[in-house]
């Protein structure tokens, strides 16, 4: 999926988008990753040069792809919610999801897969439980857009939001371990660490989960 | 040694002399010690590889960049072609400031064995009977194609390519390069390619040899020595040939039901429509410059190629641990060698924890798009060259 599923975010002053840092500053130096939905490569080029990673990437819009392959990024046309299933078990230290999951089929085989695939996920997504989110359908009365969700209903690549506490629900269910979770304000700075989760899901807008597998060497086996 | 006179068989016949003496061309000969060792169980010894070279191979030998010519190509990729006096095949993306910059990279583009521009093929002198071989040439495949390369290449001192290139049939030897020898390709660049044949291909292959051979000039292949020459036979192979690069798209964008020059219909079998001038002109073309035999050899090679099967059926194992950083290049409207071939070969790569790249280009004009213009095939190798050249630690121009 290509980084038009979101739009606007806050950009750090080195021009950098602050999702895509704390992305990074999660991924240990020198590992191998795969990047689903690696849009025009901003990411995979990000962990390389400030990681020094092997990074990968699967990229759904042609354009996308060709102008990564055309940086010297190695990436794929592919589809999350089809060709994950075709890499092996354990290819990858770490498989992320930037901004993707909401636009997939179905999230939670995606989620599965990326855990057989790699030995830890990171998925970032929009949190759909935030406050403006909450107000437009409530007092407006349609479907919310937002600087990070600009679509309208009828155009949105975006078909399966969810909110940090539905996500949280979801890892249970699978059975990840969330190593770290960060959630970002409005204004692309991280919220209080110490704050309850309600809290995050209310004024979180966007959110980071580093996870692992439960057990160690235990594979989460899509259905 | 083959020692070969100005005055071939070939001449006498009316057929190019380029088999055994090629025009504008180096020559590796190898002899009776340096044997190419042939899938189909026998020797070929001895024998010669005719190649171009571009650029300057630098102090480490580190620069090569191995081109490979598809099934009517030859090593004529940057350069007037000597025998039609057109330009080299991929001018377009070989050559100074190029996307394969010769002042970067140095290029070397072999005519393939069995060809018939220099490389021993068919056409070729017999050492033996000093005759030309004719079908006593053995059968040779993509891989034997790819083994005398590899011996062109320890012949020029080079153990490692920084990438190999190629289309079509060129992309399979890229493909079987990077299967047989993934220490010495750095990079790999198989375009508009497959790891098999597929029986769709064999089949248009087929019609192709039967054209050739019903023929009456063909003499059961003895052509050369009875002064003959299948030229119609070959000239029906290349129109047949020539529709399968072209899309319909493309040859209705071309032609459409447009008369050649006239209004209206003959009521004949002239070729009224501009499509069959256009074919007509092909296959007369095609004629002057290739060996109808060679035809028939490299078209069984590349029938015969199936990476997979030469890896116990599982396509991965061909590429298990390997080095080599690929790239892929395939065509929308690409039939002969469509999108899911390449897609194929991504996925074995995938599973063999490869580093791939992978574009699919839109564009109308078929297979033969990877030899003409497009700009973005063109950014594509670029990038990804560029990206390697970083990746090995070469130096922005050679020195």
Known sequence: MSNLTVANIERTPGGARVDLVLVAEMVERGVKVLDVGCGDGELLRLLSESRGVDGRGIEISREGVNECVAKGLAVIQGDADTDLADYPDDAFDYVILSQTLQATRNPRVVLEHMLRIGRRAIVSFPNFGHWQVRLQLLFAGHMPRTDILPYSWYNTPNIHHCTIKDFRELCTEVGVKMEKAVALNAWGSPLRLNAPWWFW????EQAVFLLSRRRDGGQATPK | MVDVKASSPQEAAGVPSDADLP??????????????????????????IAYKTYGTLNAERSNAVLVCHALTGDQHVANLHPVTKKQGWWETLVGPGKPIDTERYFVICPNVVGGCM???????????????????FPVITIRDMVRAQAMLLDHLGIKQLFAAAGGSMGGMQVLQWAASYPERVFAALPIACATRHSAQNIA????????????????GGRYHLEGTNPRRGLAVARMGAHITYLSDAALHRKFGRKFQDRENP???????????????????????RFDANSYLYLTRAMDYFDLAADSGGVLANAFKASPTRFCLISFTSDWLFPTSESRAVVHALNAASARVSFAEIVTDKGHDAFLLDEPEMFGIVRGFLDGARKARGLPDKTS
């Open chain 2, 118 to 136: 220099g490389t021993t093929g068919p056409a070729s002198t017999n050492p033996k009977t000093g005759k030309p071989w004719g079908l006593e």
């Open chain 2, 23 to 48: 025009r504008d061309s180096e020559l590796a000969k190898f002899g009776p010690d340096k044997p190419l060792k042939l899938d189909a169980g026998v020797e070929l010894s001895p024998f010669q």
């Open chain 2, 266 to 288: 003959t009521f004949s079998f002239d070729a009224d429509f501009e499509v069959e001038s256009y074919l007509r002109h092909q296959g007369i073309s095609f004629v002057e």
């Open chain 1, 201 to 204: 899901n209310l004024f979180g």
């Open chain 2, 204 to 219: 248009f292959h087929e019609v192709g040899r039967q054209a050739i051979m019903a023929d009456p000039e063909w003499r």
